[in-house]
């Protein structure tokens, strides 16, 4: 089956780094999403990773290893618009995208 | 390009009342997937059709259909709804049937069930 966990919230100050981090446990591993949601919107797409190491996209960045079944979302620079949910998802047995609960990130001044 | 629209916005029903709740996809995407996020918990896998079929459904019950249109729009039906279907429901579409295209979500149907 699949599971996948994630910490429910956390803090960071603008300008700093924050990791959220992500396991999962999955068979017939696809890769793993990580998306955004601002409250009441919907999710949009940051990053997939299907292969071993770090994707940089700006100023976030996914890793992923596979024999860990752990993948983090790593975010520089935060500004205050980062604030918001990030779900990690992998996709299983008939397209399912099975969704961590969500990391709340608030981002303080 | 338009991104995937979803109508209504919100709706309100009353309990063993039925919703049906639309969504299109991006143009040129085959596949449409329904997501069901409650408040305070993660969006729960629904349904996935492709060319038509249902491909695959979630762990809810029969009381939740829907289909896909010719055009690959889709219809989510909810029947006998009670109050715990309240929930935000997430439209996605992908361009074809791999696990690893990226989904594309709506802006999402509120519905609220008195």
């Known amino acids: 089956g699949q599971n996948i966990d994630q910490p429910t919230e956390m803090t960071a100050t603008e300008g700093a780094i924050v990791q959220i981090n992500c396991t999962y446990q999955?068979?017939?591993?696809?890769?793993l999403f990580w998306y955004q949601q601002h409250a009441g919107e919907a999710p949009t797409f940051l990053s997939y990773?299907?292969?071993?190491g770090l994707e940089e996209k700006g100023r976030f960045s996914s890793f992923l290893s596979r024999s860990k079944g752990y993948s983090y979302l790593l975010l520089k620079e935060l500004q205050m618009k980062d604030s918001a949910s990030y779900l990690c998802?992998?996709?299983?047995?008939?397209?399912?995208?099975?969704f961590g609960g969500g990391t709340r990130l608030m981002v303080k001044p | 390009e338009a991104g995937v629209t979803q109508s209504p916005t919100h709706l309100i029903k009353t309990r063993g009342q039925q919703a049906t709740l639309r969504c299109s996809p991006i143009?040129?995407?085959?596949?449409v997937y329904w997501y069901q996020q409650a408040l305070g918990l993660g969006l729960q896998f629904l349904l996935w059709?492709?060319?038509?079929?249902?491909?695959n459904r979630g762990n809810f019950p029969p009381r939740f259909s829907g289909r896909q249109f010719p055009n690959y729009s889709s219809e989510l039906n909810v029947n006998a709804l009670e109050l715990e279907d309240s929930a935000l429901y997430l439209c996605?579409?992908?361009?074809?049937?791999?696990?690893?295209?990226?989904?594309?979500f709506g802006p999402g149907t509120r519905l609220t069930v008195t």
């Open positions: 998802a992998s996709p299983g047995a008939g397209n399912m995208l099975t």
């Open positions: 143009s040129g995407h085959t596949s």
């Open positions: 996605a579409s992908s361009p074809g049937d791999r696990p690893f295209y990226e989904q594309y």
């Open positions: 999955t068979s017939g591993f696809n890769g």
């Open positions: 990773n299907v292969l071993d």
């Open positions: 059709y492709d060319e038509g079929e249902e491909r």
